[in-house]
């Protein structure tokens, strides 16, 4: 396999839901030999329906930050991370390998409004949406016919994606289960932070904060100065310390192509914060000028001004 761990950052970071199915599934057969894959499979299919809004009693995303690209890359970065955790003999049965995945795809469908829901944005249900994601994914589960995934795991592992959950007073129900939710809570922050559209990507976050009725930032501006301490003093303590550094596995899987090992998400995480000095140092009237990759930013400001 040629070498994957350069600067062309498209084949490391994908983020298409075919290319992202097609990882996942010949990973999780390389780690899991002669384990079915249908449930992966269908558990794809099905999020794409739900956030095109073509999956019966749902209307579409219409969150712009929380969409499907974020679904698959944080689903990538848990298969990726599980396929480092038993690169390193830290073997997670198949079982919650199946349920970390589908917790992947299905951690943020609790903002996605049902069809009889009077919202004017499934950015309201922000406030809970992990429990209504995870209910969600025990029911699929449930209509699977494994049962054994459901609620109580799901539950857990899915928390692991709440900022304002202390993943510290969780009561997993076993090891497996810990590493498991760990691995998701780091999948989210890394697969986002890492994103090479993130700092274009972070006007959209204000646009869905603000949409949810939050008031935290006075404006896209303010999200941005704020991003690099955000970083330093939650998330960085988040993976080190209170996901137990289960990151480490990302870089193990990296190594698979490389004799010197590279965690390419946390490298990519510090080029992003590098490079958002300079876009913040242009400041408040200008700061747009340096974010301009695929018209993302110049999208974000027609709607923060219409």
């Not at 090992?261 to 913040?280: M, S």
């Amino acid at each position: 396999m040629a070498s994957l761990l350069n600067d062309t950052y498209a084949p490391v970071f994908v983020n298409r839901a075919q290319l992202c199915l097609e990882e996942c599934t010949d990973l999780f057969s390389q780690v899991y030999r002669g384990v079915s894959t249908t449930l992966l499979e269908a558990a794809f299919e099905d999020t794409i329906r739900l956030f095109r809004g073509n999956y019966p009693g749902f209307r579409p995303c219409d969150t712009p930050y929380h969409d499907l690209e974020h679904t698959m890359a944080v689903t990538l970065a848990t298969m990726r991370m599980i396929a480092g955790a038993a690169h390193e003999n830290e073997i997670i049965g198949s079982g919650f390998a199946e349920a970390a995945i589908v917790a992947a795809l299905f951690h943020d469908v609790g903002l996605i409004p049902r069809a009889d829901e009077e919202v004017a944005s499934g950015a309201e249900l922000t406030v809970g949406h992990e429990a209504r994601s995870a209910s969600f994914a025990a029911a699929y589960l449930a209509e699977k016919g494994r049962d054994e995934l459901g609620l109580r795991h799901i539950e857990r592992i899915i928390s692991c994606t709440s900022m304002g959950m202390d993943p510290g007073t969780i009561r997993f129900g076993s090891r497996e289960e810990r590493i498991a939710g760990y691995i998701l809570g780091s999948a989210d922050f890394s697969a986002q932070m890492s994103d090479r559209l993130y700092l274009e990507k972070l006007p959209l976050l204000f646009i869905e904060m603000k949409d949810a009725g939050s008031t935290m930032y006075t404006d896209a501006f303010d999200l941005l100065q704020r991003t690099g301490e955000f970083y330093h003093s939650f998330v960085k303590v988040r993976l080190e310390q209170d996901f137990e550094n289960v990151m480490r596995f990302a870089g193990a899987y990296f190594s698979r192509f490389e004799s010197q090992p590279r965690n390419l998400y946390l490298e990519y995480i510090e080029k992003n914060l590098d490079y958002l000095n300079t876009a913040i140092a242009a400041g408040p009237d200008d700061w747009w000028m340096h974010l301009r990759r695929e018209g993302v930013v110049e999208r974000a400001l027609e709607r923060l001004t219409a």
